[in-house]
């Protein structure tokens, strides 16, 4: 027994005793003792009876409890990192698409943000479908492919193909179409955005660009203003579409005042209203 239990391949730690499937590909159920495989074999269930050595075992190697059930030699395995790295996706996506969303249009960032999220995604889902493949817990790769689509449908897809498959295969599910869903949402007010001095731009830069505009505009004293300088940090929303900006204009005349520019993104209009004068002019 010891020789034939020693040439036998080992199964993964910790299942406890019982019946396997024969880890030498026999379409036969194998005694595991818990620590090695036993002589003993059973039919699978609904074969046939046999006879010989298949048999239940006797003496070190008990009869397993009446009623138990019958364990798969490959126990269900918790969800590999690269499964979590196609789930979160999203997240990385929103967070390419803040960080570009500052200096760029929100088209650009957008592009730039699903697009590098996507590839990580192809990436990770390939790999993760590589290691199920390996394991014999799916029959083909090509899976990876849906996570262009986003990264839930691989996940169902991989759910529903692997085998066998846990409760944690559904709940990872379950997270990358929250997160997908969320995303969406973070993104949907980003969709307009277009690029610097369109008049329909929604970040910092891009307002605080619309309002240095006003240059060559003619006052009502038939003035131009020759210069605009805006602060993005002064830049806030006061209803949706209407954002205002903290501004210094200097005229022909060269006096020099501050105010505020109102941009209207829907409409592209500016309305600039001075608030103190910083210097007066040589009319003044």
Known sequence: MDEYAASMPQAPAGPPPGWYNDPGGMPVLRWWDGQQWGPHTQPLPGAPEGTGRHRAPA???????????????????????????????PVIATVIIIAVGTSASNSAALTAGWIIADIIAVIAAWRDARVLALRGEITATGYAWLSLLGGWP????????????????????????????????????????????????????????????L???????????????????????????????NCTVTYSD???????????????????????????????
């Open 254 to 284: 060269g006096s020099k005042w501050a105010g505020i520019a109102s941009v209207l993104t829907a409409s592209g209009n500016i309305d600039w209203e001075p608030t103190s004068m910083i210097s007066a002019g040589s009319g003044g």
């Open 215 to 245: 240059k060559g505009t003619v006052a009502k004293d038939n003035s131009v203003m020759t210069n605009v300088v805006c602060s993005p940090s002064t830049v806030s929303q006061v209803v949706s579409g209407t954002y205002t900006v």
């Open 154 to 213: 691989y996940l169902l897809a991989r759910t529903i193909k692997r085998t066998p498959r846990g409760a944690a295969d559904w709940w990872l599910f379950a997270i990358g179409v929250v997160l997908w869903l969320a995303a969406l949402l973070l993104a949907a007010p980003l969709s307009g955005g277009s690029t610097a001095g369109s008049g329909t731009c929604t970040t910092a830069s891009c307002i605080t660009a619309d309002a240095e505009g």
């Open 59 to 89: 003496g070190p190697d008990p009869e397993p409890p009446a009623g138990s059930a019958q364990v798969s030699a490959s126990p269900v395995r918790a969800p590999a990192g690269w499964a979590w790295i196609v789930a979160v996706t």
